[in-house]
């Protein structure tokens, strides 16, 4: 059974950072892409960042400039460093992991509570 196991989701103020993580199996982690996405109350998931085997960084246009993806390959683990946090960032956040053409496999972790107060 594949699993995502999220990490890092927490309470902040406004201007601040968290760090949120996402370890997975190997063959899930070399696959495809990883990534980040959201979902604020009353709204739909949105993708907030993903990143490539080569790492090929998509950042969502209201996240750019504050947050960064990266990899840790000998780890298998995805990072979001989130700065410059706002309330409008306040979402639960998931991980992903999916093959290229999301056909194949795609997973989700748990979900991980952020939330930014003004």
């Known amino acids: 059974q594949v699993q995502l196991v999220e990490s890092g989701g927490g309470s902040v103020q406004a201007g601040g950072s968290l760090r949120l993580s996402c370890a997975t199996s190997?063959?899930?982690?070399?696959?495809?892409?990883m990534g980040w996405y959201r979902q604020a109350p009353g709204k739909a998931r949105e993708l907030v960042s993903r990143i490539s085997t080569s790492d090929y960084a998509y950042y969502a246009d209201s996240v750019k400039g504050r947050f960064t993806i990266s990899r840790d390959n000998p780890k298998n683990t995805v990072y979001l460093q989130m700065n410059s946090l706002k309330p409008e960032d306040t979402a639960v956040y998931y991980c992903n992991a999916r093959d290229v053409l999301g056909r194949i496999y795609n997973y989700w972790g748990q979900g991980t509570q952020v939330t930014v107060s003004s």
């Open positions: 190997g063959s899930i982690f070399n696959g495809g892409f």
